[in-house]
């Protein structure tokens, strides 16, 4: 059982609004809430924590996700084998998490990020311009394996999928910022609904703390989603660089605390 402290919870509470907020624009909440859970509740089981944390932030994911499909026109259609994948991937993830060590993936992950942050900053006019260059056909085929195989990372691992799934979809479909953070909301909600099919039935979900962190969560997303609807594709390319680098440092550190 988590130690529900007035002070734990509104800690709590205020990571989950700036982690809504963040993952709204671009992804990369957990960046926030997870180290806060881990930092706050040190002996919890960290299947709980976790299970605790997508229990909470699914509802601002899919708030998000809403509201950007009422402003954001997606080739919704193509789209439903890219969740379908992320749902599959995510739960055969979520499995084989409990048998690969995590941390040969911490020591990759900080160069990965800074591959993609290195990239986007180069070409600086990369998703800018909605521009999708491939037939019907082959961009649902492209979407669906990127769906898939974020969805795996994000069931075995997790940290930085909404940043990984908005980079896919700019450089390998062409698409701009603002349509790719719209679709990737879509993809997101679908691997938590996944992994929170696992913890919810093992039990690994502590509502009376999840319950108000998914209020906060949808409030800070509300604020995230309204900024980027509101200020384009350039605002969240920004951001994007911002989160990213942000990731790599702190999943740097991680790595770094290993050896």
Do not use: C
């Amino acid at each position: 059982m988590l130690d529900l402290t007035l002070t734990n919870v509104s800690l709590m509470l205020l990571a989950s609004a700036g982690a809504g907020l963040v993952d709204a624009i671009v992804g990369g909440g957990g960046l926030i809430i997870v180290p806060s859970l881990f930092g706050l509740f040190p002996n919890a089981v960290p299947a709980t924590l976790l299970g605790t944390n997508k229990a909470a932030s699914i509802w601002g994911t899919g708030w998000a996700a809403l509201q950007y499909a009422r402003r954001v026109k997606l080739p919704s259609v193509r789209l439903m084998g890219a969740i379908v994948a992320a749902m599959l991937g995510g739960l055969l993830g979520a499995w084989l998490a409990t048998l690969i060590p995590s941390a040969r993936f911490r020591v990759a992950l900080p160069w990965v990020l800074a591959a993609v942050w290195a990239y986007t900053l180069w070409r600086k006019d990369l998703g800018h311009h909605h521009a999708p260059h491939w037939s019907a056909r082959t961009e649902t085929l492209i979407a669906t394996v990127i769906g898939g195989l974020i969805g795996f990372y994000d069931g075995v691992f997790g940290p930085g999928t909404g940043s990984f799934f908005v980079f896919a979809l700019v450089r390998l479909l062409g698409w701009d910022f603002l349509h790719a953070s719209a679709a990737a909301k879509r993809l997101n909600f679908a691997t938590n609904v996944a992994a929170l099919a696992w913890f919810i039935p093992h039990g690994h979900v502590v509502w009376a703390l999840a319950l108000p962190m998914a209020v906060a969560n949808v409030a800070g997303s509300a604020v995230g989603t309204h900024l980027a609807l509101k200020h384009g594709a350039g605002f969240v390319r920004v951001a994007f660089l911002l989160v990213v680098g942000a990731l790599i440092l702190k999943t740097g550190l991680d790595a770094w605390q290993l050896h």
